[in-house]
């Protein structure tokens, strides 16, 4: 309130303001002409009859914290005070900020009582959610905002990682100017309730606890200051064996980056798929806050230990099935260059899908285990073990001599062919598979027994590849050969005469004798 002039029996008393005021105009002539009374004391009496409200021309005021400019409505009333003392004023001036920040005025104003309008209030949000948080707090994810450095995404192959020149400072980032404090400062208090950060460590709220409480001086402090109040305020305690410099890059006693950190309901090593959805959040608000933000502090980033971990996850699942695509594809074409006949290679294909399919339900289902490294690892480099044995019983099957042999007299035509080249294909082949998965699976035993996990896992998986492929290998395979296996696997139609097997027939015989000696 302030107070001047000259007059006599009567003061004029004027009164302004700021706010939005739900109430309407109707609702300040009573409870300001009583606070005015309390303001100017007994020398003065507000004659309510004549106090009179109007609209004004909205005041647009600048919050120097953030930098925005804000229109607010203005009300102005005027009216007249009666003058019950010769040295009551004869002018009073009351600005009133109603449900919005005060600016500053000029030193001739005297700070008034509070005056309770009706004013409608924001709702505060609560901390945690309904239900609260999900994950316990020694389990929760931690995520890393940095600002400032600018990070090298190219790599080749085959060379050592150069980590010293893999990332530089940015030249645009400059801390020392107040939008560049605003934005760091926003993004930190603008957190929306996707990201479910249950903690957070920002250095530029304590920066600027630091900046007015300690040293007395408003935020966002001007760059001639900044640099003089950051070198003290990173010596300042952060925890009990931490100070705030080990979130900030100090190069010559300036800010050259700096990181933020933020603890979200995530479970630490939880499931990928949930990972990468906080994980597209993050990647929104980030980008939002670069879009929004001063080009004075953008170009912000964020990392965490669980996004490498599940983005690696994820990337082992899909490059295994391309990979098993890959080889199963190769299979069958190395299979087609062996036999000249598609049949047994789509055999010995489903063969090793079947395998593979057995050995991922036991590292899955059975172990529990879950996808990583060697787990990828056993799914490719051993479908070699499941494709071995599978592959040898039907390259014999397709031998010219496999034709030869002594049938049941209950079978007959096609089906009598197919029954010795199968016959035929496990006698010169089925023993030495059975002894190649008896001592590998021997071999797989003593590596089961090892205390390292990695030894065990290998062996396990191992001894299991084995097992299956051997089974598949003397059991469906053999089945299906002689239910649906091709009558003459090397054969074209010009040898539909029958010929060229009889004699493929005698010229194996030298073959058969000398596979079993």
Known sequence: AARGGACETTARLTQRIVGPLPGGLGSLAGQLSNHTSAVIGTGLRVINASVAAYEMPPLMSENWLLGTLVEQPMVQQEGT???????APCHVLELCFCGVEACDVPD???????ATLPVATARRLQDAPAGGWQVPERRRTRVDVVFGIVAERSSRFFTKVDYANAWHFDAEHQPAEPWAQRSLRAFCTSLRDDLRVTNRECWIEAFESFVTQQKGERFPVTPDKFH????EFAASSRSDWQTWSSTLWLRSGQIKASVLHFVIDLRNWGDAAESLVHMENWDKYVLAYNVQASRFARGAWHTSDQWVRAEAQMRLISSTVETLAVANTMAFLGMVAFTWNCILASVVVLMTVMVVAWLAFFIVVCMGWLIGPVEVISLIVFIGYATTYSLHIAHM???????????PACVSGDAA???????????SMGSAAFGSAV?????????????????QKLGAVVLVVTLYSIFAALGPLPAILMIMGPRRPFCSGSNADGQQEAAAGVDSGNFVGRARL
Do not use: H, I
């Open 439 to 455: 001592s590998t699976a021997g071999c797989a035993c003593f590596l089961v027994a090892c205390r390292l996990v990695l030894f």
């Open 81 to 87: 005070l009666e003058r019950l003392d010769t040295t």
């Open 228 to 231: 003089a109040f950051t070198q």
């Open 397 to 407: 099957y397709g031998q010219p001599g496999a034709t030869k042999g002594a049938v």
């Open 417 to 427: 062919t197919r029954f010795r080249r199968t016959d035929y294909a496990l006698k």
């Open 108 to 114: 001739f104003f005297q700070d008034a009582s509070s």
